[in-house]
């Protein structure tokens, strides 16, 4: 039975995509630390895709979707505040399109999700350590070797200081990145927690010994992964990865567990925002690391201008002032500094900024087609007839770790750290993939 699994895994049901795969997999495993090579390993996976399969892709209404929003980001730049800044900013957008496009023909299975959950989780492990050392041994690191082919930079104490940030830019982009592996993580623990209650009663009966060493391992990389995303102080990371396991529990049942996550919930929340004399009671049992960072007290004189209330309201006036083209990618920078003197790098919502910046048609596209992927994903869920039963808790995994990704950008963007932006489309077109590979015949009747 492991032999069958791990052939599944490591062998593509189309012999034409094993190359692709294979390259897929190289890269994945290391791109969490030289983005460099990973994408290279991911680029090349993408064009064979696109050589073997190009009618296939060329025929999928959602890809017609994609080329179209293309063509309006491309309008909008010509219509920019600043043309320069806006073309380059197309380059966070129009190549992860090819990528999408292109993993979406090639990860076909749940098996091939199971796998790159598998390399997500240990390739997670080396960046949570270095992030742990960078907090409590004073970890300092600056390494660039070839240029850009390996970067690493450990800043003395976190970024910003006493946040975990590991060898990402800040503390909010390490949250984001932990946020996915802890969730698809999580996923991959309790299918296997499933697979020990069943082998485990197997043993018995037989009288046989059994080690579940992937149990094992997985229970020590969610811990340290769930102790590095505390240490990086980001409220939505919190919440997110108490969103998660909400959703996991209600999924599997577990009644007894959902009361007692929303009660710890609660019990923060009240400490943090309820008035004084509800909220003194509970500061006596909750830390004052988790309620005062929720409530800003940890941070008592930020300025105006960093809050994002603040923030949020200039990017929708700027909407309403360039509501079809928006001002360009990349504009808000510059005008936030011109207005208020303080330099942002965006406000800390993608879906405002993307309607500040390219207007409300390419912004509307733009949901719809996250939509459409969201929400035919949850079909082919519910329609047990098209996936086993034993693979639809993976696959509800990647469904969850896209809602985290929607509810992370509505509160920050994860667009401007390359390792996010390719991850999250290729976590995205896994879920399109199996949409794709599974449905054909209700969400894609011409797919050839």
């Not at 994408?39 to 979707?65: C, D, E, H, Y």
């Not at 946040?163 to 503390?171: G, L, N, P």
């Not at 209330?309 to 500094?337: C, D, I």
Request: hydrophobic share 55%; charged share 10%.
């Amino acid at each position: 039975m492991l032999g069958a699994s791990l052939n599944k895994a490591f062998y593509h049901p189309d012999p034409s995509l094993q190359s692709s795969w294979n390259l897929t997999q190289l890269g994945l495993l290391v791109f969490p630390l030289s983005p460099f090579l990973g994408a290279v390993g991911l680029g090349f996976a993408v064009l064979l895709t696109w050589l073997q399969k190009s009618r296939t892709i060329n025929r999928r209404p959602l890809n017609w979707g994609f080329a179209l929003l293309s063509v309006l980001l491309i309008i909008t730049a010509g219509f920019a505040h600043n043309k320069t800044e806006a073309f380059l900013g197309l380059f966070n957008f129009l190549p992860f399109f090819l990528v999408f496009v292109g993993l979406s023909a090639l990860i076909q299975t749940p098996a091939q999700l199971r796998q790159m959950a598998w390399i997500l989780v240990l390739g997670s492990l080396p960046l949570t350590i270095m992030g742990l050392g960078q907090l409590f041994l004073g970890w300092t690191l600056k390494l660039q070797f070839l240029w850009i082919v390996l970067e690493w930079t450990i800043a003395p104490g976190g970024e910003p200081f006493g946040r975990m940030a590991s060898i990402f830019m800040h503390a909010n982009s390490f949250a984001a990145y932990l946020v996915i592996v802890f969730t698809l993580g999580l996923g991959l623990w309790l299918e296997n927690y499933q697979q020990l209650r069943v082998k485990g009663q197997e043993s018995r009966v037989k009288g046989q010994n059994f080690l579940p060493l992937p149990l094992l391992f997985l229970t020590v990389a969610e811990i340290l992964n769930f102790i590095a995303l505390i240490f990086t102080n980001s409220r939505n990371g919190w919440a997110i990865a108490i969103f998660a396991c909400l959703a996991y529990a209600f999924y599997q049942g577990w009644r007894i567990i959902v009361g007692s996550v929303v009660g710890i919930v609660t019990s923060v929340l009240l400490a943090a925002f309820a008035p004084s004399p509800v909220a003194q009671l509970f500061r006596r049992v909750v830390p004052a690391f988790f309620w005062a960072r929720l409530n800003d007290d940890m941070y008592p004189d930020r300025p105006v201008a960093l809050m994002r209330k603040t923030q949020w309201e200039f990017a929708w006036s700027l909407t309403q002032q360039h509501p079809w083209t928006g001002w360009g990618l990349r504009s808000f920078t510059t005008l936030y500094k011109a207005q208020m003197q303080i330099p942002l790098g965006h406000p800390h919502n993608l879906f405002l900024m993307l309607s500040a910046e390219t207007g409300f048609p390419s912004t509307l596209l733009f949901c719809g087609l996250l939509g459409w992927i969201l929400i035919t994903g949850f079909q082919l869920l519910r329609k047990s007839k098209y996936i086993d039963k034993q693979d639809r808790l993976i696959f509800f995994s990647y469904l969850l770790v896209f809602i985290g990704w929607v509810l992370f950008n509505t509160v920050d963007i994860t667009l401007f750290d390359f390792r996010l932006n390719m991850l999250s489309w290729l976590l995205l077109a896994a879920i399109c993939g199996i949409v794709y590979h599974y449905d054909k015949d209700i969400v894609i009747p011409f797919d050839s």
